[in-house]
């Protein structure tokens, strides 16, 4: 069965440092992993998709099929960052969109 | 925001009493998801729907029913609610199994 680990609950760094969010799968197929925020009073929006291999307000994701991992990486924090953020799975298969536990990145001043 | 509505969006209900919370879309989606949303245990999946009346578990099922009439709405029962079932429901829909998923606002609810 597919499953999403993020191993960091909280994460904590200093403006303009480089922020790295883990996400790590198991699947045996051929995954469609995404990203997804939830900032403070407001819905859960898609951030970024590995299809796609674009950057979105700074952030970039690769798939590592070697280590299972679809990490998310931002080079420069800044405070607009702070939120929680949930890496997915698309089992395609089964057409379910599983998620991870979640990481609240807060970007302090 | 995409056109996607739960009801209510708050609600207090005793232990024992039958729940149901509603998901609504106007964009005519073939897929719609109901998570939970718990600290420490991020969003776990419910139940979804793949086409009205067609419909399966996800990893949490037990305790929850769901029923799809019609494309635009995705029922979700609590037959007998418990303690455990106090958390925020989030709805989500998918035009298909490669687009993007929209989510609702979501229904706090507490079982006491």
């Known amino acids: 069965a597919q499953r999403v680990t993020q191993p960091e609950k909280l994460l904590s760094v200093f403006k303009g440092a480089p922020v790295e969010l883990k996400c790590n799968y198991s699947?045996?197929?051929?995954?469609?992993l995404f990203w997804y925020v939830q900032y403070s009073r407001q819905r859960l929006q898609l951030l970024l998709r590995?299809?796609s291999r674009e950057s979105i307000k700074g952030f970039t994701a690769d798939l590592n099929k070697g280590e299972t991992s679809f990490h998310l990486k931002k080079p420069f924090a800044q405070e607009e960052d702070s939120a929680m953020y949930y890496c997915?799975?698309?089992?395609?298969?089964?057409?379910?969109?599983?998620f991870g536990q979640g990481t609240r990145l807060t970007i302090n001043p | 925001d995409a056109g996607i509505t739960q009801s209510p969006r708050h609600k207090v209900t005793e232990t024992g009493t039958p729940v149901t919370l509603r998901c609504h879309q106007t964009e005519n989606h073939r897929y719609m998801y109901w998570y939970r949303q718990d600290p420490g245990h991020g969003l776990r999946l419910i139940h979804y729907s793949y086409g009205v009346k067609d419909t399966d578990k996800g990893e949490v099922s037990d305790g929850y029913s769901v029923s799809r009439s019609k494309t635009e709405d995705f029922l979700l029962t609590l037959e007998s609610a418990t303690s455990s079932q106090t958390s925020v429901y989030f709805c989500?829909?998918?035009?298909?199994?490669?687009?993007?998923?929209?989510f609702g606002q979501g229904t706090r609810l507490t079982v006491v």
């Open positions: 699947y045996s197929g051929s995954p469609e």
């Open positions: 997915a799975l698309r089992d395609q298969g089964a057409q379910k969109l599983v």
């Open positions: 590995h299809i």
């Open positions: 989500a829909i998918s035009e298909s199994v490669t687009s993007e998923a929209f």
